[in-house]
Structures are given as C-alpha cells and as structure tokens.
C-alpha cells in the first residue's frame, strides 16, 4: 500500500518568512495530493491541493509543488503569519481507484512573532 | 454549507465497554469516512462507504469495530468492545463524488480509561 513520509516533523520560523514542508510517497500510482492544517482540537481543513497532471499550483500565500518522477511534493507558505501556526499534513490518494488519503505523520509548524 | 456533522465531541469509558459515534455528511455528499487519528499521528481511514455501500473497509478491525451508513445519509461508527489503544480522535469526512475533496467533521475524542 502506499506510504507517505513528511518531513519535518517540527518547524519554527520568524514571522514573515517562508516555511517549506516537504513529503515523499511510494505508489507511482496516486494522482491527487491535499494538503490539510489542523490547529489544536479541530477538524483538518483542506488548504491546497494538487493533481498530477500539474506541477505546481498556488493559491495566494500557499503554493504546492510536485514532482512526480521522484515522488515528493512540498508545500510552500510565504509571508508566514502567526495564524499559520498549526500542524499541516501531506496525504496521497488514487482518483477513481483507491481515493482513501494516506496521510503524513504532520508537521508542526510555529511561527514565531 | 453547513460541514459535517459529528456526536457527540468527547467520550470516556473503561476498557470492554461499547461505544458509538455518529455522522452526518454534508448534504448530497454521496462518500463518507471513517478515520482514526491517534495523538501525534496522521489520520488513518478506517472504512469507506459509496452511498450506503462499503467501497473499503481493509483497515477496520472488524472483530471489534462495526459501521454502517442506512440509507446512504448519516452513518454510525461502534466499538466493541473498547481496548486502551482505541483511544484517539474518530474524523468523519464526506466528499461530493469519489476523486472529490474530502471535508472533515471536528471529530469525536475517545479516551479509554
């Protein structure tokens, strides 16, 4: 089954600098990459996402990037507020073939004001 | 539109007890999930349902844990009986189609004394 490893585990930047959290999956077979941000107690709320016919997609301050010959894909967030403090988790999935997500083991990510 | 829906928030029982949590998807969602999220970790599916029929259930421990989704709308997740290591948060989520954006529920947080 597929395997996804994030990577890091923890994170900590200066507000107003940009944090880079990158993961590596194993099934040359998924297609679809989401990215979630879960603050302490809540629900993982989806943030960005990308699918594999194209190689980067950005959404004002977030950006994700995929490269699916060596299957890893980032995420990118500029300008980091300390709103953006959070656990963010990677996952990987199949369209139309295996949609269950396999997830990352998260990073947690301080922005530091 | 109003987001998943889960019950109830929090639950504490002893071990060998049963428990059950419930879900409703947001409205039209035609897929919805069950997931584990134990501390410190990813979220993991538990089962898949296609409107009222299993598309997944390869990581349910069916000898203690059971779901079913009458009717195709909400769906009820049990354990029975409870061991110490089912303590984790239980995430529904629902997504309009396969290959469509998952949307998460604030979870119910299971701890088992």
């Known amino acids: 089954g597929e395997n996804v490893e994030q990577h890091p585990s923890t994170l900590s930047v200066q507000e107003g600098d940009s944090a880079v959290i990158k993961c590596t999956y194993s099934?040359?077979?998924?297609?679809?990459f989401p990215w979630y941000k879960q603050e302490l107690g809540k629900r993982p709320q989806l943030i960005i996402d990308i699918r594999s016919n194209v190689g980067e997609k950005k959404d004002q301050r977030i950006a994700v990037t995929l490269n699916k010959t060596a299957k890893h894909f980032s995420l990118h967030i500029t300008e980091t507020q300390p709103e953006d403090s959070a656990v963010y988790f990677c996952?990987?999935?199949?369209?139309?073939?295996?949609?269950?997500?396999?997830f990352g083991t998260g990073t947690r990510l301080t922005i530091i004001p | 539109e109003a987001g998943v829906a889960q019950s109830p928030r929090y639950k504490i029982i002893e071990k060998r007890q049963s428990v059950a949590f419930w879900c409703n998807p947001i409205?039209?969602?035609?897929?919805l999930y069950w997931y584990q999220q134990i501390l410190g970790q990813g979220p993991k599916l538990l089962i898949q349902?296609?409107?009222?029929?299993?598309?997944?259930d390869s990581q349910l421990p069916k000898d203690r844990f059971s779901a079913e989704r009458l009717k195709g709308v909400d769906s009820t997740l049990k354990i029975q009986p409870a061991k110490l290591e089912d303590s984790a948060v239980y995430l529904c989520?629902?997504?309009?189609?396969?290959?469509?954006?998952?949307?998460f529920g604030d979870g119910t947080r299971l701890s088992i004394l």
């Open positions: 099934d040359s077979a998924s297609n679809y």
């Open positions: 409205s039209g969602h035609a897929t």
């Open positions: 349902f296609q409107n009222n029929g299993v598309v997944d």
């Open positions: 989520a629902s997504s309009s189609d396969r290959a469509q954006p998952q949307h």
């Open positions: 996952a990987a999935s199949i369209d139309f073939g295996n949609e269950k997500l396999t």
